[in-house]
């Protein structure tokens, strides 16, 4: 039975929960189709992460995964971690991030095919870091994916993977879930937008998205 008192017992297994929690959203809202796409997070000098192959409404608290970020090894767990282990780890290496999130969203997956980035057609790409570039195609789970996730990666917290999906990363699991929604939504609006016949969507410049940037710095509840 998983330790749920205080200590790090305990934290390891309240963030399991979480994490869970996390996967399961993504097939409920529609941003990943079966056991694709995965979710990770950061907890204390571990990483936990989704098993590869295991439909997300049968993880339990007994399931946790976690490994070594430092060289992948797992340390956790008896289900192997996702196959996407090595863009997991490329972030965790490379920035601050406390999660990761990685979907297979239709709408973006869609955008992924067609352009070299997503045009800045919201605001809300300033969230992201700037206007969000594809990452070239590689074989899913390879070293070359995540080194080209990486690439294109840089200065963002979010990447469009080409002919496969998203990843976005957060200083929180809601940040990198939200992040995650928010790639995919922009997606649709520039779809949508840009099917009208005839029309052609007007984008945000460089200045109005800095302007975006610094306005988001302070927004929601302060404390």
């Known amino acids: 039975m998983t330790d749920r008192g205080p200590g790090p017992a305990g934290e390891m297994a309240e963030a399991w929960d979480a994490l869970v ?9 529609g941003l990943v189709v079966g056991t694709s ?21 049968r993880l339990g608290p007994d399931d ?19 196959s996407e ?30 352009v070299p980035e997503l045009p800045p057609v919201h ?31 840089r200065d963002r917290t979010g990447v469009l993977l ?7 990363y957060g200083d929180t699991l809601d940040q990198a879930y939200d992040r995650a929604a928010q ?11 840009a099917s009208v016949p005839g029309r052609t969507p007007s984008l945000l410049s460089a200045a109005q998205l800095a302007e975006a940037a610094e306005r988001l710095q302070g927004y929601g509840q302060r404390n």
């Not at 995964?65 to 289900?79: I, K, N, S």
């Open 37 to 57: 796409g995965n979710v990770s997070m950061r907890v204390g000098g571990l990483v936990l992460v989704t098993p590869t192959g295991v439909p997300y409404d």
């Open 183 to 193: 790639l995919e939504w922009m997606c649709r609006l520039w779809l949508t937008a």
């Open 21 to 29: 929690a996390a996967a399961r959203r993504t097939v409920t809202d």
């Open 123 to 153: 605001y809300m790409t300033a969230a992201l870091g700037g206007t969000v570039r594809v990452a070239p195609y590689a074989t899913y789970g390879s070293q070359e994916l995540a080194d080209n996730m990486l690439h294109a990666l």
């Open 162 to 168: 080409q002919n496969h999906g998203t990843l976005t």
């Open 85 to 114: 282990l090595p863009m997991h780890l490329a972030v965790y290496r490379h920035t601050g991030a406390t999660a990761v999130v990685h979907t297979h969203a239709v709408h973006a997956t869609a955008v992924s095919t067609l």
């Open 64 to 82: 946790l995964v976690a490994v070594d970020p430092a060289d992948g090894r797992q340390v956790a767990g008896e289900l192997r971690p996702t």
